[in-house]
């Protein structure tokens, strides 16, 4: 493969979380007097901490969410996560190609490590990222789309940005991986290609991604 470092998004690239979290914080935001549908959660908040959530909910309304907000959505999202999540289709025979043809990887995601580690862990993937290749928007200041979750995990895996390729499914994250200079291929499977007009290239399939990278 032509690059040294494969950096992975998670949620949505690597499990299949995207439908779940984001029909729960619709709701959530919904039930404390902030109307979300699922469609809108996706378009603002699909790839991004959750500081966007608090930053555009004061914004546009003056208000603060509640102070417990975050605990309340994640315990009811890793109680979803224990029921219904999977990986994505494909993934896992993309990850054993990564390790036999010796090239590194890991994840750089806009989620707590608690949330990659319980849905690692749901999923089985944690056989496949132990701590040194997993990375969260809480190890910098600043989310996605600012370039600097990418460039500290590729700064920790020892890897040149322009040695990087990142595997990500939302704008926020094409941006932040453009912005880190960095190759992106955009996932489509529920983001528009259009969208993600910033990759380099784009698929459906991630049976397709080995090839992309070659």
Same mark, same amino acid.
């Given at each position: 493969?032509?690059?040294?470092?494969?950096?992975?998004?998670?949620?949505?690239?690597?499990?299949? !979380?995207?439908?779940? !979290?984001? &029909? /729960?914080?619709? *709701?959530?935001?919904?039930?404390?007097?902030?109307?979300? !549908?699922?469609?809108?959660?996706?378009?603002?908040?699909?790839?991004?901490?959750?500081?966007?959530?608090?930053?555009?909910? &004061?914004?546009?309304? #003056? &208000? *603060? /969410?509640?102070?417990?907000?975050?605990?309340?959505?994640? *315990? $009811? %999202?890793?109680?979803?996560?224990?029921?219904?999540?999977?990986?994505?289709?494909?993934?896992?025979?993309?990850?054993?190609?990564?390790?036999?043809?010796? %090239?590194?990887?890991?994840?750089? @995601?806009?989620?707590?490590?608690?949330?990659?580690?319980? #849905?690692?862990?749901?999923? #089985? =993937?944690? &056989?496949?990222?132990?701590?040194?290749?997993?990375? @969260? @928007?809480?190890?910098?200041?600043? #989310?996605?789309?600012?370039?600097?979750?990418? =460039?500290?995990?590729?700064?920790?895996?020892?890897?040149?940005?322009? $040695?990087?390729? %990142? %595997?990500?499914? @939302?704008? /926020?994250?094409?941006?932040?991986?453009?912005?880190?200079?960095?190759?992106?291929? *955009?996932?489509?499977?529920?983001?528009?290609?259009?969208? =993600?007009?910033?990759?380099?290239?784009?698929?459906?399939?991630?049976?397709? =991604?080995?090839?992309?990278?070659?």
């Amino acid at each position: 493969m032509r690059y040294d470092l494969v950096i992975f998004d998670n949620d949505g690239v690597l499990v299949d !979380s995207e439908p779940i !979290s984001n &029909r /729960l914080l619709a *709701g959530y935001l919904t039930e404390v007097g902030h109307p979300t !549908s699922y469609e809108d959660s996706l378009r603002d908040y699909m790839g991004a901490a959750m500081h966007r959530v608090h930053d555009l909910i &004061r914004e546009r309304t #003056g &208000r *603060g /969410l509640p102070v417990d907000f975050d605990d309340v959505f994640h *315990g $009811r %999202v890793f109680a979803a996560f224990e029921r219904d999540l999977e990986p994505v289709p494909g993934v896992v025979g993309v990850l054993e190609q990564l390790v036999a043809e010796g %090239v590194a990887y890991c994840v750089a @995601s806009s989620g707590s490590h608690e949330r990659i580690r319980v #849905g690692h862990r749901t999923t #089985g =993937l944690d &056989r496949w990222f132990d701590d040194g290749r997993i990375f @969260s @928007s809480e190890d910098v200041g600043r #989310g996605k789309p600012a370039p600097d979750l990418f =460039l500290y995990a590729a700064e920790r895996m020892g890897v040149a940005p322009e $040695r990087c390729v %990142v %595997v990500e499914d @939302s704008p /926020l994250g094409v941006a932040a991986a453009v912005a880190a200079g960095m190759d992106v291929v *955009g996932f489509t499977a529920m983001t528009p290609a259009e969208k =993600l007009a910033g990759a380099g290239k784009v698929f459906a399939d991630m049976r397709e =991604l080995p090839g992309l990278l070659a």
